[in-house]
């Protein structure tokens, strides 16, 4: 019960840090496809190791990826599938999202492109430059003990305009949302579309 107890008062220091983070827009998580990481740091402050003390995370965009984003946005709008881009991607050798991720842990499944990668990139509002924090949490299913990923109320979120974060326009990211709806409707078909063309 102690140890319990305990774990539940750290779990909840931990997100009251994660949210002052968030609070100062800093970045909360693992890198998105098409950014990179960058530390944010003081110089005229210096650690115990004689480093400038690291205040928080920033996103930057990776302009090669960013590109990548984009021309996906394109052609998903242009009427090829998420099926048919990630094969193409595959097909073309492009690392995928969490190719970096899985080398690192040494998996081999997973790798390559899959249809959620892409459905993922086609509804993720931060390539139109709004960051979010706090949507989702964890819980554990009463009847199978598996977490299971739930939505939190809306009223709990952090959400807020990066403008320098903008991969896409509203316009192109509007029209693939609606894209996505119309496909969703009954009796709605998914047609591969054409050849698709990736920088």
């Known amino acids: ?7 539940r008062g750290l779990a909840k220091k931990i ?3 994660k949210e002052g983070q968030a609070l100062k827009k800093y970045w909360q998580g693992s890198k998105p496809f ?3 990481l960058r530390n944010d740091r003081d110089p005229k402050l210096l650690d115990r190791k004689g480093e400038p003390v690291r205040y928080g995370t920033v ?3 990776d302009p090669k990826q960013a590109k990548l984003v984009k021309a996906i946005f394109e052609e998903y709008v242009a009427g090829a599938s998420c099926l048919h881009i990630a094969q193409d991607l595959n097909a073309r050798k492009i690392a995928s999202p969490g190719a970096t991720w899985h080398l690192k842990k040494r998996h081999t499944s997973g790798n390559g492109w899959l249809t959620s990668s892409v459905r993922c990139i086609l509804t993720n509002r931060l390539y139109r430059g709004w960051q979010r924090w706090n949507t989702s949490k964890f819980e554990k299913d009463p009847d199978t003990g598996a977490k299971v990923r739930r939505q939190r109320p809306k009223e709990e979120w952090i959400e807020w305009e990066m403008p320098k ?10 029209l693939a949302q609606n894209r996505t709806k119309s496909l969703t409707e009954p009796g709605a ?4 579309g ?3 063309k990736y920088p």
């Open 194 to 196: 054409g050849k698709a």
């Open 189 to 192: 078909t998914n047609p591969a």
């Open 15 to 17: 997100m009251r840090g």
């Open 1 to 7: 019960m102690i140890n319990e107890e305990f774990r």
């Open 34 to 36: 098409g950014y990179v």
């Open 59 to 61: 996103l930057e965009i």
């Open 165 to 174: 974060l903008r991969i896409v326009s509203d316009q192109l990211f509007t």
